[in-house]
């Protein structure tokens, strides 16, 4: 089950991105009734929203304001540095959304030497 997490009630984080998905920040408002807020970082503006699987587990999803707009990448934290932990977490946060395979354009594994 996927939960909001308040940013003040995990350790901060420095956030990697570890997955782009073929699908808006409104389609996870509409069909999974998940909530984003607008936010800015060193990069750029951007609308996300910090998740946790239950277990501790936590991701953000996020999409930045001059990115392509049918796209929400998915950044997990920085202290999450295994390909195989990275692309398992990736798998279940697919589940949790109830996406397939295809809805993901990119992942860390796909070229994990950045």
Known sequence: MIVP??????????WIPQAELARPL???SEHN??????????????EGNIFGLGDGIVFFLRAYR????DRTEIYLPH???????ITDIIHRILLELGLKQSDLTWQRSDNPEQ
């Open 26 to 28: 409104s389609f996870f």
């Open 66 to 69: 001059n990115h392509r707009t």
């Open 33 to 46: 009734g998940l909530i984003f807020f607008k936010d800015c970082d060193d990069l750029d503006e951007f």
């Open 79 to 85: 202290t999450v540095r295994s390909v195989k932990q």
């Open 5 to 14: 997490i308040r940013p003040g009630d995990i350790p901060r984080f420095d």
